[in-house]
């Protein structure tokens, strides 16, 4: 399928979530669906007392003690959602869960709401709430303790969709919808219309319903709407009601053109939805319409724009009750009609003899239902039918209930479907959806040869289990290229503080090393953003063949720049010096010689350390210092804008060229302290270059060299002799120097953009030192002095530095100036050295990055991913740490009747009695400890957070003006002053509140004075 066959205004579902009974995701929902198993649960008597429901109730005979229950609804991770516990602990667990179910939603779809750039609007309803009703209006001593304000905003349906939005930082349109059973439908439908008109550019749709109790059942009536033996039987002749349950489900909706383009995995499509209501021209307000129902699907069917016999299954709203079935399946086949009239090509089925009635949650729980249908391409079963009801005429029409799990095929075109949902009070909504495009393409392995896997979670504890559901979703034969999940989890995921890396070549390497065992799966410890991105260039001698060819083979901008480079000096190298970085096996030998050269291994240099740091840039790593070794600083002049590209190649080549001029010379490492080693320069030897406390290096003759080098072996001196043509930072290369400077002279040398460190003097470059031709000839001559480089970047701690360039010499060297005052610096290397040919460069590269990241560093991951083709595909999301948050209603609770001793008592007025002290200032006699504990024990109690300390803010503990005005309210009971809300704005903390509180009632009492003792 091509952007120009793109059905018009369709819809793409990119990511679900639900939690439904039986099933806690997704996957187990489809599941119990392909098994046909009905997730009814049916109580004891035991566990129906436990849950408070009278003996009575449950001895009579028409008490049916089934429901569709939900697992763990008093669990919530509080933290997560910026919670504070008593918070937590108030609101209603259908806006928590659906809190969750949106997150799930959203990574599900591979998108983390906080960097999301454009706008997500949320459509839900909930069902009302039975927990403010059942658990919370039964406790008068919650009642008294909390907020009535508070209260309402934690349990009344109006905050359900605007919640989501404020915590998830969603800023679309936000809406609470009711319409009874159909609103999570219709949720679906507005959320379409608000993408097709614009008003946002992402959308969560859905719904939830949680009923409390629990664990109870119903009393069945004849003629109502619920079953007589907690079993729903849609269609069929026994059909006599539905038994009601507790679930969650949410979409995330996109327009499909813009789906395709962002790589979103696309579970299928809307083509066409609608929504009316029946009017008054029905039997009563809860009755069903034929004619509302006829409509609003012939509406779906029309803006679809598909026929009705390009249906393969619709989703009914089959209840199971002996008036609306019939109505429901008359009004599909009056919509359906067609010229051929065509019989029982059509399968039906109902989710609700699966999981029961859910409310307001019904309607996207059978869009979900169909959505994994198409996806899998099978039908499955409707449960409990054999005979149908004898109002039901299924031979003439173009129904037939399917029983079985079925493969769904279709003989031409898309698979497609509908789905209705009816409410009570008849409002009707009906979608039709399409199977996903088959013929996008598929997102290829990326030609990188390794991948980047970045996890993160709030808690180490979570961050292991996200690790272990990676690991296990990764053996699992759905799952997706490894491009695909390293691309989702960098695109689509929120980096929390405890974060992990790994770099692997196959799923299979990815499972091993995601394993705890495994030693790169350690856990980072939280860290903030580093405070400073600094590059370092290394100098001639590390070239050799082949740096950076895998960085050349699969990173499309690295290879441009290398290309730009080298027809930029192919004239004057009169060759292409791509030939001899990258010799073949018959060159190899030749290129290795040419390298060796400061005409060739210079530029060669020059290149590869160019444009690895512009690669990093283009990542969105940015260095905010620069340092380059002898000939780096080159590169780090070039960065910082002293010169341009074309310059700095020209005047790199240019050194190289008069070096090469010159006599051969060779250059020795010794393990001396620079002032030993002043004692051994003479004429014919120059001190090059001082590394470390005890390494330098001199130059020389190969004659004096190799003299110099036999007398410090006979002393026990390690040294080692570098490869290299010339004696570098030596006299021997005065011959040469005016040349050069007469060359820098002609440049139109720039202030540097970019701090940098001189190899020259170990300080921060100046303006007048970076354009004067007299640094770069003395540059170019006299000793590189990186103890003091170093020790200058090492005052300021929590740096990154990034040795950009091959090996890691200049890593080491750095490591050796970190001790204690410099301990918090990381150094990390990007390009593998001549001798680790066993490896990738690639693989180096991404590990550094891994650290980056995992350290605090951010990635542009769009940037990373740049002409390549990416898809997201679902992933396991967060693993919340869950805790109980729970409010036992008052017959669970037997002393509650009792009259209780307030948690904090008032204060007695003979503490607030004043008195003067020594210096003659008048203070009150209450105690400063006495007052501290006091409000400690005040924000315990209103915030639920046990051990408050006295340095504790009360926002960064999770208060808000809410809670604030409930404290302060809180405090004006037991102390008699005036204290406004403000307070907390200035005295945040509880030191600071109680100095407050302490000024206050100085104040009130010093009016009278006959209190003072």
Not at 179 to 200: D, I, Q, Y
Not at 287 to 295: D, M, V, W
Not at 302 to 316: K, L, M, Q, T
Not at 737 to 743: A, E, I, K, W
Request: charged letters at 20%; aromatic letters at 8%; a negative charge.
């Amino acid at each position: 399928m091509n952007r120009t066959t793109l059905p018009e205004n369709a819809i793409a579902i990119i990511g679900m979530s639900g939690r439904f009974p039986g099933a806690r995701t997704i996957e187990e929902f489809w599941d119990n669906l392909q098994a046909g198993r009905e997730s009814i649960t049916f109580f004891s008597e035991e566990e129906l007392r436990a849950s408070g429901i009278s003996p009575t109730l449950i001895a009579h005979p028409d008490y049916v003690p089934a429901k569709g229950t939900m697992d763990d609804i008093d669990l919530f991770d509080a933290d997560f959602f910026g919670f504070t516990p008593k918070e937590a602990e108030i609101t209603d667990p259908q806006q928590r869960i659906f809190l969750e179910s949106c997150w799930n939603a959203l990574e599900n779809a591979g998108y983390d709401p906080y960097t999301f750039q454009d706008s997500i609007g949320v459509y839900a309803g909930s069902g009302g709430s039975t927990y403010l009703l059942v658990n919370i209006a039964s406790r008068p001593d919650l009642l008294t303790a909390v907020n009535g304000f508070q209260l309402m905003i934690g349990n009344d349906k109006d905050f359900l969709a605007t919640r989501v939005s404020y915590k998830l930082n969603l800023r679309g349109p936000s809406i609470t919808i009711q319409t009874a059973c159909s609103t999570s439908l219709v949720a679906v439908h507005l959320a379409c219309e608000s993408l097709l008109r614009g008003e946002c550019d992402m959308a969560l749709a859905g719904g939830v319903s949680i009923s409390i109790p629990n664990q109870a059942g119903y009393l069945y009536q004849e003629g109502a709407f619920n079953s007589p033996d907690g079993h729903c039987r849609a269609f069929d002749s026994e059909g006599k009601g539905f038994v009601s349950g507790s679930g969650v489900g949410v979409v995330v909706l996109k327009r499909l053109e813009q789906a395709i383009e962002d790589g979103d995995h696309i579970y299928a499509l809307l083509r066409g939805t609608a929504v009316n209501n029946d009017g008054a021209l029905k039997v009563g307000y809860t009755a069903p319409s034929i004619e509302g129902q006829t409509q609003v699907i012939s509406e779906a069917l029309s803006i679809a724009s598909v026929p009705p016999e390009s249906i393969g299954y619709v989703e009914a709203h089959g209840t199971g009750t002996v008036l609306g079935d019939p109505i429901e399946i008359s009004a599909l086949t009056q919509a359906f009609h067609s010229e051929d009239e065509i019989r029982n090509y059509c399968a039906i089925g109902s989710v609700k003899t699966n999981v029961g009635h859910l409310g307001a949650a019904a309607g996207v729980t059978g869009l979900i239902k169909t959505v994994l249908s198409l996806t899998h391409k099978q039908i499955p079963p409707s449960l409990h039918f054999n005979q149908p009801n004898p109002q039901i005429n299924f031979a003439q029409s173009p129904f037939y209930v399917n029983t079985t799990l079925k493969r769904w095929e279709q003989p031409a075109g898309p698979l497609r479907a509908g789905v209705s949902s009816l409410g009570i009070g008849g409002t009707n909504a009906h979608a039709i959806l399409e199977e996903a495009p088959q013929d996008l393409p598929e997102a290829p392995d990326l030609d990188r040869p390794y991948h980047l896997l970045a996890l993160s979670a709030r808690t180490p504890e979570a961050l292991e289990r996200l690790s272990l559901n990676l690991a296990t979703y990764c053996t699992g034969k759905s799952a997706a290229p490894l491009s695909s999940i390293a691309y989702t989890l960098h695109a689509g995921r929120h980096a929390f503080p405890y974060r992990r890396t790994i770099v692997c070549r196959d799923v299979q390497e990815a499972i091993q090393r995601l394993a705890p065992s495994s030693s790169q799966a350690a856990i980072a410890p939280a860290q903030n953003a580093y405070s400073r991105i600094v590059f370092l260039f290394p100098g001639g001698g590390a070239q050799y063949t082949h740096m950076a060819r895998n960085l050349y083979q699969h990173e499309p901008f690295f290879r441009e720049l290398v290309d730009l480079c080298s027809s930029l000096l192919a004239q004057s190298l009169q060759l292409d010096i791509r030939r001899i970085l990258f010799p073949t096996t018959e060159q190899h030998d030749s290129a290795t010689q040419q390298l060796m050269s400061s005409i060739i291994g210079q530029p060669a240099l020059f290149i590869i350390e160019y444009a690895l740091a512009r690669l990093l840039m283009e990542w969105g790593i940015q260095p905010e210092a620069l340092f380059g070794y002898s000939l780096g600083e080159y590169v780090a002049a070039c960065l910082a804008g002293v010169l341009t590209l074309k310059e700095a190649l020209a005047l790199v080549g240019m050194r190289g060229k008069l070096i090469q001029q010159l006599p051969h010379g060779n250059m020795l490492a010794v393990a001396l302290p620079e002032a030993e080693v002043y004692a051994l320069v003479d004429a014919e030897l120059s001190l090059a270059a001082v590394n470390g406390p005890s390494l330098c290096v001199l130059a020389g003759t190969p004659e004096r060299i190799e003299r110099l080098n036999k007398e410090l072996s006979t002393r026990g001196v390690q040294t080692r002799l570098l490869h290299v043509s010339h004696a570098y930072h030596s006299s021997l290369l005065e011959p040469i120097l005016q040349p050069f400077h007469d060359y820098v002279a002609r440049l139109p040398l720039k202030s540097p953009s970019i701090p940098y460190l001189s190899s020259l003097t170990g300080r921060w470059i100046t303006s007048e030192q970076a354009t004067d031709p007299t640094y770069w000839t003395n540059h170019l001559r006299y000793t590189v002095r990186f103890p003091e480089a170093i020790q200058e970047l090492f005052q300021q701690d929590g740096q990154v530095l990034f040795e950009v360039g091959p090996g890691n010499t200049l890593s080491i060297l750095a490591r050796q100036y970190q001790n204690a005052e410099s301990a918090q610096q990381t150094i990390l290397s990007t390009l593998r050295s001549p001798r680790q040919e066993l490896l990738n460069d690639e693989e180096i590269l991404l590990s550094a990055l891994g650290k980056f990241w995992a350290g605090g560093g951010v990635i542009d991951w769009k940037a990373f991913y740049k002409g390549r083709t990416v898809r997201r595909t679902p992933l396991p999301t967060y693993p919340f740490d869950y805790q109980s948050y729970w409010v036992n209603y008052a017959a669970m609770v037997e002393d509650l009747r009792l009259p209780k001793e307030p948690a904090v008592a008032p204060i007695a007025p003979q503490s607030l009695l004043l008195q003067e002290d020594e210096e003659g200032d008048t203070r009150s006699q209450l105690e400063d400890d006495d007052l501290i504990r006091t409000i400690c024990a005040v924000w315990q109690e209103v915030l639920g957070i046990p051990n408050i300390q006295p340095t504790n803010d009360f926002f960064s503990l999770g208060g808000n003006s809410v809670i604030a005005t409930q404290l302060i309210a809180r405090l004006r009971d037991l102390f008699p002053i005036e204290l406004p809300l403000s307070v907390l704005f200035d005295a945040s903390t509880v030191t600071a509140l109680a100095g407050v509180i302490e000024d206050k009632l100085i104040e009130s009492l010093e009016t009278a004075p006959e209190e003072r003792v």
